[in-house]
């Protein structure tokens, strides 16, 4: 005989249920609009004002003026053409790299601490000290580059203060710093995929270079979309490596638009323009995000 | 149990008690400000002054460092620091954001002027804005020209004067001792306030000056190109510094030259213990402190350093900030800095004092250095005329501009900012 199951008991369960995953979501969602979504908006506010310290601690509403501003000061438009050249070339760089890495530390070592350590070591190095470690590197006089070229008979070089070397430097340690990165994703991503489609493969007399090609990295391409968008948004951010390398010099030619957003305003205290800067910046990192993920959903229907 | 708990929040209450009974302020330096002497002036003002507790709060190496972190407290109202050491170039911007309490309602007019006569003269001046007092000087600080004496003097040379003996020195001494890695002038080149001296230094050495006693910018380009297409000249045409002068900080000066590798340094105040008393130094006793040079018919000109106590406008213990202030820019105070921190002293009277001679005997020679040490533009949009200035001699340096076209663009940013 089975006892009749109290319907409330149920009823009642499921409510809870459902009430108990509100409840538990709120101090996430509460914490994520306080620390995320309110700076945010505070953000996008003050970029309406004029609100410059050096001139006065009042703000005055001024619409889009700051906005216009940018539009008009070619320091930004140099900035955004710096942030966007990084990003064009270190992106699609610490792919390639990336992708060598993964391929590599999956190879089916004995010993697989060695490599693995290898990918992990400038990954998790903080963004400044690599800076400054590179920095070193560069010094046109103490570096260890310019001191192998010259032992090589080649030309002392002015890595740091030539824009197109101080550019190239650059990328150089960005590329160095997050193909790591690149790789941790995609090496989690090969080990997805299954050995038998390898086996089978072969089988069929695919070359290496086809097993590449048609199995490898159509089943690879979730995790270099994540990987992409990851590393895109971050090259927009790009701020600690060239502040520590070349402080955005000679000049400004390797300014970045966050390293011009914090001059902005935390030197020179004009937090109105500052914050319209940031918004930009913003907006432009949202929009690529947008892409990516279109062509995320795109591809999975 | 019960007990230990009654006990516990008796021991908590009364220690709660006897905390409310002290007036706490909260003291804000620089790591490189010496904290260890800080704590010792502090701890004798607080054996004077029984209902005082006086905390320390050290923040980062730089002066730029130390802003960054003050503009988010101060931005952000935050009552937790009372008094504050800003540095010499920064009283405009704390008086145009209202960061500072002014000490103007503690003094009546005539009591301020007796006060202020008594310090060095760039100082009084430097910290009254629009007519108020925002600071008053802690210790001062200047740009001196460092030179090799063993170097002049086995080439019969004397101290220069000015600039031109000064490169004729470097060059008769480079071309006689033949050594690869001796250079001869050495300056601020990369992208630091350091810079902004070193682009400044030839324009006041002329006889000119960026803005003048009304705030009217009066720099003119063909000033701003001699200054750039000086420096340049130092590389290219007198070879007398190397060619990657745009990489070169204050520090990587003062490494060098420690390293026996500059005739001349144009460096502040600190080098000089540093050469002096460093274990790896070099150069030990070899090391000479002169007025920097100046062009001809025109006059010797240091930049001016130093640093300034004032009182956050968000302190909530004003009136015993202000009595600290008094304490620590008193004449007292500024000698304890002298002797135990060999930090220049902001009363001329302290230059001829046998205790401080005793202890740094150099400074018989920096008082007419510091005298003649003129101010960088006092201007609210201070960071913003000084990121001009140093960008543009940085550029010129790296050989991306040439001096006219970097000149253009200093006088047009400055223009921007002070208004036509």
């Not at chain 1, 957003?261 to 910046?281: C, D």
């Not at chain 2, 080098?271 to 006793?285: E, H, I, L, P």
Request: charged share 20%.
């Amino acid at each position: 005989m089975t006892r009749p199951q109290p319907r409330y008991r149920r009823s009642l369960g499921d409510l809870s249920e459902r009430a108990l995953a509100f409840w538990l979501l709120v101090p996430a969602g509460l914490l994520l609009g306080l620390i995320a979504l309110y700076p945010v908006l505070r953000l996008v506010y003050t970029s309406f004002f004029q609100y410059q310290l050096t001139l006065g601690p009042e703000a005055s509403f001024n619409g889009l003026e700051n906005y216009a501003t940018a539009l008009r000061d070619a320091r930004f438009w140099n900035a955004l053409k710096n942030t966007s050249l990084i990003v064009l070339i270190t992106v699609p760089g610490a792919l390639v790299v990336g992708l060598g890495l993964a391929l590599l530390a999956n190879l089916p070592f004995r010993v697989k601490w060695p490599v693995r350590l290898g990918l992990l070591l400038p990954w998790a190095l903080p963004l400044v000290f690599v800076g400054l470690i590179f920095q070193w590197f560069f010094d046109s006089q103490y570096g260890v580059v310019n001191d192998i070229i010259v032992r090589l008979g080649g030309e002392r070089q002015f890595w740091l203060f030539r824009p197109d070397l101080a550019f190239w430097a650059i990328c150089f340690t960005i590329i160095w710093k997050t193909s790591s990165f690149v790789a941790l994703i995609l090496l989690a991503g090969l080990q997805t995929i299954p050995k038998e489609l390898y086996e089978a493969a072969e089988v069929d007399g695919a070359s290496p270079f086809q097993r590449f090609w048609r199995v490898t990295l159509p089943l690879l391409t979730p995790a270099i979309l994540v990987a992409l968008i990851f590393r895109t948004i971050t090259a927009f951010q790009t701020f600690d490596i060239p502040y520590a390398m070349t402080k955005g010099g000679p000049g400004n030619a390797t300014e970045t638009l966050a390293m011009y957003v914090r001059v902005t305003s935390i030197e020179n205290l004009n937090f109105g323009y500052g914050s319209a800067l940031a918004v930009l910046l913003f907006l432009l990192s949202m929009a690529i995000t947008v892409v990516y993920l279109r062509y995320v959903r795109g591809a999975d229907e | 149990m019960k007990k230990l708990f009654w006990l516990a929040l008796a021991v908590l209450v009364a220690s709660g008690a006897v905390a409310q009974q002290a007036t706490r302020l909260r003291v804000f330096i620089g790591g490189q400000q010496r904290p260890d002497v800080m704590r010792k002036i502090l701890d004798a003002y607080q054996q004077r002054n029984p209902g005082v507790r006086v905390e320390i709060e050290v923040g980062g190496a730089t002066s730029d460092q130390q802003q960054q972190y003050l503009t988010t407290v101060l931005a952000s109202r935050d009552p937790s620091i009372d008094v504050i050491l800003i540095d010499v170039i920064r009283p405009a911007q704390y008086a145009a954001a209202k960061w500072s309490d002014t000490l103007d309602k503690y003094l009546p007019a005539a009591s301020r002027a007796n006060l202020l006569k008594q310090y060095l003269p760039a100082y009084a001046k430097a910290n009254v804005i629009n007519g108020q007092l925002i600071a008053l000087p802690s210790f001062a600080d200047a740009q001196f020209l460092y030179y090799r004496k063993d170097l002049l003097e086995k080439y019969n040379l004397k101290p220069p004067t000015t600039w031109d003996e000064a490169i004729k020195q470097a060059q008769t001494i480079l071309a006689g001792e033949r050594n690869p890695n001796l250079n001869g002038i050495g300056f601020m080149g990369n992208i630091s306030e350091g810079t902004v001296c070193s682009f400044l230094l030839p324009i006041w050495a002329a006889g000119g000056d960026v803005d003048d006693d009304s705030g009217k910018l009066i720099l003119t380009e063909a000033q701003a190109r001699n200054s750039l297409q000086f420096w340049l000249d130092l590389m290219d045409k007198h070879k007398v510094s190397p060619p990657n002068m745009a990489e070169k900080a204050q520090d990587t000066i003062r490494q060098e030259m420690q390293a026996g590798r500059w005739v001349f340094g144009t460096l502040f105040a600190y080098a000089w213990n540093r050469f002096q008393n460093d274990a790896d130094s070099q150069v030990k006793g070899k090391i000479g402190v002169v007025p920097l040079p100046r062009f001809e018919g025109g006059r010797s000109a240091s930049c001016l350093g130093g640093w300034q106590w004032t009182i956050s406008d968000f302190s909530k213990n004003k009136a015993q900030a202000y009595k600290l202030v008094r304490y620590l820019s008193s004449p007292e105070v500024s000698k304890v800095l002298a002797i135990e921190a060999s930090n220049l002293p902001v009363f001329p009277s302290l230059y001829k004092d046998p205790d401080v001679l005793k202890a740094n005997p150099w400074f018989a020679d920096a008082l007419p250095v510091v005298q003649a040490a003129r101010a960088r533009p006092v201007h609210p949009r201070y960071p913003e005329v000084a990121d001009v200035m140093r960008k543009a001699l940085n550029a010129v340096l790296a050989r991306t501009k040439t001096p006219e076209a970097a000149a253009k663009e200093v006088i047009g940013g400055l223009q921007a900012i002070y208004g036509k």
